[in-house]
């Protein structure tokens, strides 16, 4: 292999090479498949065009070239087993495929396969096979058409065609439908990639060993399969291709396993400086980091794909890898959390590609570190749990643990089937899948699961509307139900001794909940923010405070029996209010079992709440500067106010100018330095709206409404319009600060455009600003360091490194074309003559084209008459010939033509290309075709 391609370098080249042949780029579809409920993830290339195939769809193109992320990890597809102890399996990887519908086919098909595999990657002629169909039935045609096309390829060796049957060469989609031959491409690495070698075994395409690696399926879809066996030629004939990502990799880099491909040394190197491990004794022990980068890997797609960590379906698929990553991580001594710092490498490396694991970076890194510290309370006490169970079973000389009891391990301890399943075959033993699944099953069934999973917004407001229903009429809930008042504070008192009304686990009422559980809970009043006006959700905890009382004693709990049994958690992640009247919790059950009538505490998380009051008392100072600063029409479009940063559009024409920005954020600091007042207060709609209060267009108000007035003093700072006035007065049914200075610092990290007419701020406050400092100052003070310079000095610094670069480029360009200059004139004595005309051929080494223009004048200065030059470096080639020659027929496009090269010119001087590692060859034959044109 002459060049080393980077992993993102040869997804692009396959994509651009196949649109280059007049396919679509179409970007992959998400790893839940839309639309098809047999399938839990997508898991080939295939899905996305599934229904194009069966005539069911219609694209706008024809041919279509993708990179597909695919999971398998559950179901017939299952690769988990494997993954981490060898370097081939994965549950996430990359799929890349160019399709035809209807269009092209064997023949193009074949030969852009070898193109792309021989002269874009370089990969060697003689080392390549292709398998064609030969049906062991004798029912199919043989394909020769496929195996000719093949026979076709230049440098192709026609020997390394080999027919193979139904079970590898034969493709369908199901018992009935589309279906057809496939010629697979096979690659002969050598006999030091053979895992068998020395030993006897089959050793070739389709054997046993890892010496002949298969490359690449081409799928040629030409029948369809009826009921009773019947095959009948389609209308329209398909190509469908698949080639594994990271195996192309591995070949094309050179290395014997996937984990070794640049796909995985950034998740490598932060897992090495992490454990302090060197590269050797990593791996020695390769299996747990293998684990780890995969797991993780799939992890951050599947979040980004909407897929977070929970009990049930695709859920638990992410709870499951996430805690198995987490569990391979204390085999290689990380005690804490790690995953989200493996995740960012993830995400440089695929970002650029996958846009959509940028967009989620917050979100994968929470729910990473999230599920991590939830795993980490409880995994000590399952996997001992565990340890007793496998000791009693080998006591009884079994080998199998039941699968009830380690679905008991998941609702109790939140240990993973599959981890359970690590552990047990650690120590040759091994736990009833089966067992298992019938338990989960039942337990869904019990706790009300089933089907009714996922409802959401609307659809279910009747269910909950039922619910208010009955807690009224039991008087547990008066008529406006669930009392709401976030604006009393995050005082922990006033939400103390509440009783749990109600809990949904999988959209249906249930008494009790289970560890892990995602819950609703329902109580008599809250004090939780539930988003609006741009105000994000609060986040929180419900705790058990003490068993309700009841006169007639429940069930014989709690009664003289309190302590760790009771007690319980629940970690409030978002809000919602599903029916009028209704506003339930939203979060997960972390440690006990909540129950329906315990009384318990709700606690706002003060520190985030505060940092959200900050960010939107901002944004207000915000609103009123930029009608100051730009315009009165510079009016609020949307806001999102959350505890890092805040986001304000609004209508604007034209960019802002850095000086408008800068007096901006200067206002807003000086408003808040001006420490004022912010006073809230209810009134009518009618007298707020008449006071002059700001409302925002296309908002519904109800009669009374909640309005928030930032009043200046005499003493302030901040230009007034009168002495003592509102500086800024708006309808806001937020939570705000009690004084403005509590912002502490403003300011502006982006502004940009959103829409025709409609810019955006995004601004940082309080600690997020100060954040913010840190981070600039730090890498400040490192540019500093690096330049051995204080920190006001660095942009001199800067600047005259600069200067100091450009004068050494052009020193060098200089000290090139000396060097050119003196080979050229060694290169004169060389010049030969052909009849009466003087040719010189010479290749330059470290050239650029300019350098060779000017040679090529040089020459012309020393031969006017007769003369004929071509010059070439790397890749380019210059040729001239002097005037009289062109009148004899001699012209400078056509010699380079004529050595083989592309490109063009006037007749006494062209320019152009060769093909790498043709310049020896072209230059030999320059007198030649001097001779010729001569003629
Ligand atoms: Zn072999
Ligand atoms: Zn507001």
Known sequence: MTKKFTGNEIRQTFIDFFVEHGHTAVPSMSLVPGGDSTLLFTNSGMVQFKDVFIGTDKKPYTRAVDSQKCMRVAGKHND???????????????????WSFGDYYKKEAIAWSWQLLTEVW??????????????????????????????EQPGFNPEHVLFFGRKENFWQMAETGPCGPCSEIHLDRGEEFDNLRGKPHRCGVNGECTRFLELWNNVFIQYNLFDDGRLEPLPQKHVDTGMGFERIVSVLQGVDSNYKTDLFTGSLEVLRSLTGHSEKQMLDNFTPYRVICDHVRSAAFLIADGV??????????????IRRAARFGSKIGLTEPFLAKVAEAVIRQYGDFYPELKKATPAILDNLTREEIRFARTVEAGTNHLENLLSSLRASSQTTLDGHKAFDLYATYGLPFEISRDIAREQGLDVD?????????????????????????????????EILKDLQSKKKLGKDGVEYDPYAGTNVEKYSGLEVLA?????????????????????????????????????????????????????????????EGESWEIEVTSMRRPSAGVIVHVGTVISGQPKVGDSAVAEVDATRRHNIMRNHTATHLLHKALHVVLSDQATQA???VAPTYLRFDF??????????????????????????????????????????????????????????????????ETPMEHEITKYSYELCGGTHLERTSDIGAFLIVSEGSVAANVRRIEAVTGRGAYELIQKRFKTLKRIASVLKTSLDETPQKIESGQNEIAELKKEVANLRAQ????????????????????VLAAEIANADADTLRMLADKFREKYPKGGVAVLITGATVIAVVTEDLVKRGVKAGDLITGIGGKGGGRPNMAQGSLPNGEASNALTRVVKVVEEKLK
């Not at 977070?308 to 890898?321: E, F, K, L, Q, S």
């Not at 009300?448 to 999973?453: C, N, S, T, V």
């Not at 060097?819 to 003087?838: R, Y």
């Open 122 to 151: 370089g990969l060697p002629k003689d080392k390549i096979y292709a398998t064609c169909f030969e049906d062991d039935k004798g029912n199919v045609p043989r394909d020769d058409e496929a195996a000719d096309a093949w026979r």
């Open 638 to 640: 949307g806001s999102l």
């Open 308 to 321: 977070v960590p929970g009990n049930a379906g695709r859920n638990y698929v992410t709870r499951m890898i």
């Open 819 to 838: 060097q050119a200059l003196s080979t050229f004139n060694a290169q004169l004595s060389s010049v030969q003559a052909v009849k009466d005309v003087n």
């Open 433 to 465: 899948e089966k067992g298992f699944n019938e338990a989960k099953e039942k337990h869904a069934l019990a706790s009300g699961g089933g089907k009714a999973m996922g409802k959401l917004g609307g659809e279910d407001a009747e269910f909950y509307a």
């Open 80 to 98: 988990l087993e494997d993954v981490g102890r060898d370097d081939t399996h994965h549950t996430f990887f990359e799929m890349l495929g160019n």
């Open 651 to 716: 209508n604007h024409p034209e960019a802002l100018t850095p000086e408008q920005l800068d007096r901006i954020e200067r206002m807003v600091n000086d408003a808040i330095a001006a420490d004022m007042p912010v006073h809230k207060e209810s009134k009518s709609l009618e007298e707020a709206k008449k006071e002059g209060a700001m409302a925002l267009f296309g908002e519904k108000y109800g009669e009374t409404v909640r309005t928030i007035s930032i009043l200046g003093s005499s003493g302030s």
């Open 503 to 563: 809990l949904v686990v999988n959209g249906q009422l249930v008494e009790s909940a289970n560890l892990d559980d995602q819950v609703e809970v329902i109580l008599p009043k809250t004090g939780f923010y539930l988003e609006s006006g741009g105000q994000v959700d609060d986040t929180g905890y419900i705790r058990f405070l003490t068993p309700f009382p009841s006169p007639s004693g429940r069930g014989g709990r709690g009664q003289g029996e309190e302590g």
